[in-house]
């Protein structure tokens, strides 16, 4: 089968309209409408990156693009792993919101696709050490959103909102903690050192401080405000580990983190 | 309880370290790794814990004691070292090359541009690795099983970090060109002085596969696989053939041989392969560290799920 990124909004769309569905259903109280329209989005949404997959005879993990689209499968999957955990209403409106945002992204701005993967990039390790990675960004995309919605309006935060926020950041980091270890074990494999203070990791290690400096002062502070602007500075980090490092004068022509 | 980032202890502790770090750094210039080496770095390794736990012993009552291995102490040491972190990615970081380094010490402030060399940054580094290291003692001993995420994150962070630091002066990067037929013992280091390694490295065979496209120029290819056959002996025996390539090195004792590159030039049937060979005795106890923090990363996960259920 000859799968392309033409093909994309046959799939993404028909997703993305069963995610929205699912959060109405969510709402509305109606747990295994909410379950079976979450995963019939994820599968067709999975359908087309298997097929690109096959197709371009690599994992489709290198261009910004192929990362954005592994974020809009990981928004709903987590939401629905959370609802379904936690029970938490809102979840699901939040995550189809962020893949909606990011299909978006990838169907009026597409990077060029090709095939070629460089040598550096051919390893076991690099699938589970950016899917990791977008499934703990996702965590944080959901939980960067709540933040917003708790420091915006003007009651101050409940304890059980916060210990959402507590609950989520405690997964992202488990997550982002495997994705970073993981990317060491590759680096010491491919480039002879664990950690060398290339551009890209010293932001991913900003990042990873961040959250945990926020997990921490949540043990301490009572003061939620600081704590959940920590979550946005936290996640502004991120956005320039993820793709700011390209624009950031500092890391031109430093970063061989660059694909 | 306060709504503050960080508390007075915390502030006054960060910026006593900075700026100790700024008068070193004036005084004396950039940090000099090579200082730690063997057998310094091995009695540190020992003496740090070492220290650690007896101070906790003897002055675990103490406020400031009890302080340095608080949750407290740990937001602002982790706050700090955020600092220093975000200065080493918002400013270009530019080591000076070697034989540099004797330079009047004043010119290498306020040694931004290489942080890793950088008072402040280790003396920062060093007040975390610390807290690290009292928050392990006062909430692991004696151990209870519900702290079992704690203990393994923080004890694989301590390790990675000190093996890290410690590994320092005796992690070697050294490169080597070989053209096919070509042997060598020896590397030129980035001063230009030759090394001798414990081994003797021939390149028998390179290939390079490149993707198939349309264009005829080479030089416009994407390489898809370079994999250089080599022979190493030791002491004059033959200890064996390895077929190296990007993400698959050779390992010969504390040795690694990894593929760094190729040079076609002129005459693409005598192509020059470029090995980077490493030595990194501390290899393993880094590995160690990021182990346990895997394990730890898994049981922080396990632990969060478990929580009670708060729905809204």
């Not at chain 1, 936690?86 to 990011?102: C, E, G, Q, T």
């Not at chain 1, 390893?123 to 915006?152: E, K, N, Q, R």
């Not at chain 1, 502004?236 to 490092?245: E, N, T």
Request: glycine share 6%; proline share 5%.
């Amino acid at each position: 089968m000859n799968m392309d990124w033409t093909m994309f909004p046959c799939f993404a769309l028909p997703a993305l309209t069963a995610w929205i569905l699912a959060a109405v259903m969510s709402f509305k109280g109606r747990r295994s409408w909410t379950f079976a329209l979450a995963a019939a989005g994820l599968a067709i949404f999975f359908t087309f990156i298997l097929c690109l997959w096959i197709s371009l005879d690599r994992p489709p993990l290198r261009t910004m693009g192929e990362t954005r689209l592994w974020y809009s499968f990981f928004m709903p999957s987590v939401g629905i792993l959370v609802y379904w955990r936690w029970r938490y209403k809102w979840i699901m409106s939040f995550s189809a919101l962020m893949a909606a945002v990011f299909i978006m992204v990838n169907l009026l701005k597409p990077e060029i696709h090709d095939r070629t993967l460089m040598p550096a990039l051919q390893s076991p390790w690099f699938a589970p050490h950016v899917i990791v990675y977008m499934f703990a960004y996702a965590m944080f995309g959901a939980v960067t959103l709540m933040a917003i919605c708790l420091l915006v309006r003007k009651r101050a935060a409940e304890n059980k909102e916060m210990l959402i926020c507590d609950n989520l950041v405690s997964t992202g980091l488990s997550f982002l903690t495997i994705g970073m270890l993981l990317g060491a074990i590759w680096a010491s494999q491919a480039w002879g050192s664990f950690w060398s203070w290339d551009p890209k990791e010293t932001w991913a290690f900003i990042t990873w401080l961040a959250y945990f400096l926020y997990l921490h002062m949540r043990r301490h502070s009572s003061g939620t405000r600081t704590a959940l602007y920590m979550l946005i500075f936290a996640f502004l980090c991120l956005q320039i580990c993820w793709w700011g490092i390209n624009w950031l004068p500092s890391a031109q022509g430093m970063s061989i983190h660059t694909y | 309880m306060t709504e503050k980032l960080i508390s007075r202890p915390g502030l006054i502790t960060g910026v006593s370290l900075t700026l100790a770090g700024l008068i070193l750094q004036l005084l004396i210039g950039p940090v000099r790794w090579q200082a730690l080496d063997t057998p310094v770095n091995f009695i540190l390794l020992a003496a740090f814990p070492a220290i650690l736990f007896t101070t906790y012993r003897i002055f675990g009552n103490s406020s400031a004691v009890m302080w340095l291995g608080s949750a407290r102490a740990a937001s602002a040491s982790i706050a700090w070292t955020l600092v220093m972190v975000l200065i080493m990615g918002l400013i270009r970081q530019q080591p000076l090359p070697i034989g540099f380094e004797d330079m009047p010490a004043y010119l290498h402030f306020p040694g931004l541009h290489d942080m890793r060399t950088n008072w402040s940054f280790v003396l920062i580094f060093l007040w975390l690795l610390t807290a690290l290291g009292m928050a392990l003692i006062r909430v692991c001993i004696p151990l209870k099983i519900k702290r079992i995420a704690f203990l393994l994150n923080h004890l694989g962070l301590f390790v990675a970090l000190l093996a890290g630091a410690l590994g320092t002066p005796q992690n070697r990067h050294y490169r080597l060109t070989l053209k096919e037929g070509e042997s060598s013992s020896q590397i030129i280091d980035p001063v230009g002085q030759p090394h001798a390694i414990p081994f003797t490295i021939e390149l028998k065979d390179f290939d390079v596969t490149f993707y198939e496209s349309d264009d005829y120029d080479r030089s416009n290819q994407i390489p898809k696989k370079f994999v250089s056959t080599v022979g190493i002996s030791k002491s004059g025996k033959r200890d064996g053939t390895y077929s190296i390539s990007v993400n698959h090195p050779a390992r010969i004792g504390h040795w690694r041989v990894y593929q760094y590159g190729y040079d076609t030039g002129s005459d693409p049937e005598h192509a020059a392969s470029t090995f980077e060979i490493v030595c990194n005795p501390w290899h393993g106890l880094f590995l160690t560290g990021i182990l346990i923090m895997f394990a730890g990363a898994i049981a922080l996960f396990v632990q969060t799920s478990k929580r009670k259920e708060t729905a809204v």
